[in-house]
């Protein structure tokens, strides 16, 4: 079993950053490879990033290639997200995700364990 915790969301203009951040607990986090997803209202759940285990395979949806940078410190048992040149589009519900396995998972059905989220407000 894993336990998720997000923290790090809030309010920022257009063309701010923000940096999430992902505290697991529980089991063998480096044995996961771990996804941010978000989720607007009236929206389906979209996954934004991913990481491998190793930490040197990522993924990143087109909408935010350049701007998101997922990393983890498996040594702390954290994951995170830096959000950069934040666009009103990119406002959501972030939630962190752990899946087992051995490559990039690129399906919320993928998933195994979820954090509860952070909410990201961001303004024109």
């Known amino acids: 079993q894993v336990q998720l915790v997000e923290s790090g969301g809030g309010l920022v203009q257009a063309g701010g950053s923000l940096r999430l951040s992902c505290a697991a607990s529980?089991?063998?986090?480096?044995?996961?490879?771990m996804g941010w997803f978000r989720q607007a209202p009236g929206k389906e759940r979209e996954l934004v990033a991913a990481i491998r285990w190793s930490g040197r395979s990522t993924y990143y949806v087109d909408q935010v290639k350049g701007r998101f940078t997922i990393s983890r410190d498996n040594a702390k048992n954290m994951v995170y997200l830096q959000m950069n040149s934040l666009k009103p589009e990119d406002t959501a519900v972030y939630y962190c995700?752990?899946?087992?396995?051995?490559?990039?998972?690129?399906?919320?059905?993928?998933?195994?364990?979820w954090g509860q989220g952070t909410q990201v407000t961001v303004s024109s």
């Open positions: 529980g089991s063998t986090f480096s044995s996961y490879c």
């Open positions: 995700a752990a899946a087992t396995g051995w490559g990039i998972k690129l399906g919320g059905n993928e998933y195994d364990y």
